[in-house]
């Protein structure tokens, strides 16, 4: 049954999707884009709207994911029942994993804080996220977020760049940016 095969999906990502949303972005594609359940361009469009939604990325592509799977995989399972059974239910078992997991964690870890091992696996955690994070930046590239033009990707590149420096050098507010690469892409393309 779908909601068995969304359950274990989740439950693989919600235990090994370390270092937040963005770095797990690799896994949730391939383990729900891979299975056929949606398309690489409905998983494209699932992050856009994941970002622009209040709360973590990875929760909220799991709520829609599991909105639109089930009428994605049959459409036996494309009344409103369905989607917001799958929607509770892939939240639940991606965020449950982390939750016992900090709550088991927490008490060894304020009672071991100083320890040499302790601050070594954070010390060596923090390569393998930024790794995880390039990672999604990498899947992120593609014909469906830039175009499969070169001149539509030579304007997208500018238009990150240009968002970067406005942030970054002259202290835009990132809404601001964020309003504004939009109208700029809507212009150009």
Same mark, same amino acid.
């Given at each position: 049954?779908?909601?068995l095969? +969304?359950?274990?999906?989740?439950?693989?990502?919600?235990?090994?999707?370390?270092?937040?949303?963005y770095a797990?972005?690799?896994?949730?594609?391939?383990?729900?884009?891979?299975?056929g359940?949606?398309?690489?361009?409905m998983?494209t469009?699932?992050?856009?709207?994941?970002?622009?939604?209040?709360?973590p990325?990875g929760? !909220?592509?799991?709520?829609?994911?599991?909105?639109v799977?089930?009428?994605?995989?049959?459409?036996a399972?494309s009344?409103?029942?369905?989607?917001?059974?799958g929607?509770?239910?892939?939240t639940?078992?991606v965020?449950?994993?982390?939750?016992?997991?900090?709550?088991?964690?927490? &008490?060894?870890?304020?009672? &071991?804080?100083?320890?040499?091992v302790?601050?070594?696996i954070?010390a060596g955690l923090r390569p393998?996220?930024?790794?995880?994070i390039?990672?999604?930046? +990498?899947?992120l590239m593609n014909?469906? !977020?830039?175009?499969?033009?070169?001149?539509q990707?030579?304007w997208?590149?500018a238009?990150?760049?240009a968002?970067?420096?406005m942030v970054?050098?002259?202290?835009?507010h990132?809404i601001l940016?964020?309003c504004?690469?939009?109208?700029?892409g809507? +212009?150009?393309?």
């Amino acid at each position: 049954m779908i909601y068995l095969r +969304l359950i274990w999906a989740y439950l693989k990502i919600g235990l090994f999707g370390f270092g937040g949303g963005y770095a797990m972005l690799a896994l949730i594609e391939r383990e729900i884009v891979g299975p056929g359940w949606i398309s690489g361009q409905m998983f494209t469009d699932i992050v856009a709207i994941s970002q622009m939604t209040p709360g973590p990325i990875g929760i !909220n592509s799991a709520t829609y994911i599991g909105y639109v799977a089930p009428a994605e995989y049959s459409e036996a399972f494309s009344s409103l029942a369905f989607g917001i059974l799958g929607s509770v239910l892939c939240t639940l078992v991606v965020v449950l994993p982390s939750f016992v997991l900090v709550a088991y964690t927490s &008490h060894l870890i304020r009672r &071991h804080k100083d320890s040499v091992v302790v601050k070594g696996i954070f010390a060596g955690l923090r390569p393998v996220v930024v790794g995880l994070i390039a990672s999604a930046a +990498l899947l992120l590239m593609n014909g469906a !977020n830039f175009g499969e033009e070169c001149s539509q990707v030579a304007w997208s590149i500018a238009i990150c760049l240009a968002a970067f420096l406005m942030v970054y050098k002259f202290r835009f507010h990132p809404i601001l940016i964020i309003c504004l690469a939009g109208v700029a892409g809507w +212009l150009i393309y």
